[in-house]
Structure formats: C-alpha cells, structure tokens
C-alpha cells in the first residue's frame, strides 16, 4: 500500500460490502422455499407487511419496505393479478392508493409460515452459530444503520 489512506479502499476495510454480499446470499438461499409458495423476495415481505397491517397506503409500505414506488409499483401489481392484494383509492384522499390484503392474500400466510424456520434451520446445517440474543443485536444495530441513512 502507498499509504495509510489507501487501505481505507480495500475491499476487506469495509462495512458496507459484506452487508451488500450477505443481502444478496440471503434473499438468494430464501429462493427455493418461496418458489414453493410462489412469491419472490420483494413479494414476501410485501406480504409480510399485509399479513401484519391488512391494509396500507402504497407510500408507508415503500416507507416500511424501503422501497421506491417504481420498484413497488411492479410488485403490488404482479400480486394483485395472483389474486392476493387488491389496490383502490382512499375514501379519505382520493390521491392516496390503498393497498388491501385479500381473503387469497391472507391464506397465502399458512404457506409461508414455515419459511423462517426453514431459513434458519439452513443457516445452522450450514454451521451459523448464533444465539437468539446475538441475533437480536445484529438486527438492532442493522436497524440503527437503516435509520442512520434514512434521516
């Protein structure tokens, strides 16, 4: 290295190449289980969301999601023509598009709920060792990450 400062351009000095690298493994190994249920990433945790709220305007779930409406947009209208969200204006503001879960939408959920056990229980045959408190932290920290660079 030339100098101190050069290894600030190492690809190894970096915080934010292994987050980017294990986003993309993650929602990578997610594949074969939603393919199952016939959702993609972006869709599942769309639906996650729906399961929880039911019904949400299209801007606080790209809020929630982090998620712009032109990646949001695609999504909420593939889901819609499966027959799992249904999307209308607000009796309230015209202006505002209402995203609602259906009765399909919501049986969707018994497939899914067994998803998160089967990630984890890949990540622990692929030796992952880490408690549940270990990864509370992580996730409040990646948390605080998200809500460092979303003010």
Not at 66 to 90: H, I, M, W
Not at 123 to 137: I, K
Request: aromatic share 8%; with cysteine.
């Amino acid at each position: 290295m030339k100098n101190d400062q050069d290894q600030w351009l190492l690809l190894d000095c970096q915080l934010c190449f292994p987050l980017y690298a294990c986003a993309r493994k993650i929602v990578a190994a997610y594949h074969p289980y939603l393919k199952k249920i016939g959702l993609t990433y972006t869709q599942y945790i769309t639906m996650m969301v729906l399961w929880q709220e039911r019904e949400i305007s299209v801007k606080d779930l790209g809020t929630r999601l982090y998620l712009d409406s032109g990646t949001l947009t695609p999504v909420l209208k593939t889901l819609e023509r499966q027959g799992y969200v249904a999307r209308t204006r607000s009796k309230l503001d015209e202006r505002v598009v209402v995203v609602l879960l259906t009765e399909k939408g919501a049986h969707l959920k018994e497939k899914a709920l067994s998803v998160p056990e089967q990630m984890s229980c890949q990540l622990m045959q692929r030796g992952l060792s880490m408690t549940l408190e270990e990864a509370e932290a992580l996730k409040k920290k990646l948390y605080e990450i998200l809500a460092c660079l979303s003010s």
